[in-house]
């Protein structure tokens, strides 16, 4: 599929916060942690991304899975990533604020 039938696509998912919720306990491990910094396989900071576009989730998500951003761990967590699943984690990433209560999975 080309770039443009994935627009497409992706246009017509939309995603749920509340649904992302029960998702994202993967994610957490690395990036809900302050100043976090991988050491695999090389040292890479890690971004909190509560607060983050959720389209730029899941445009970072998608390039992950295709292998056009190179970090396995990343890479293993999105191929098994449907496109709603994404779409819901981008949705639950960015409905985080500075005033969300403090919460374990932001």
């Known amino acids: ?7 497409a696509q992706a246009a017509d998912i939309q995603g749920s916060a509340q649904a ?16 976090y910094r991988a050491d695999y396989p090389m040292v890479y900071r890690v971004p909190i991304i509560g607060g983050q576009n959720g389209a730029y989730i899941v445009t970072a998500l998608t390039v992950y899975k295709k292998g056009e951003r190179k970090h396995p761990t990343m890479r293993s967590i999105a191929s098994n990533l449907s496109d709603q699943d994404m ?13 969300s209560p403090i919460n374990p999975l932001k």
């Open 87 to 99: 779409a819901d984690i981008g949705e639950y990433y960015a409905a985080q604020t500075a005033s």
């Open 20 to 35: 992302g919720q029960s998702k994202v306990w993967l994610c957490t491990g690395c990036h809900s942690i302050p100043d």
């Open 1 to 7: 599929m080309g770039s443009s039938g994935f627009a």
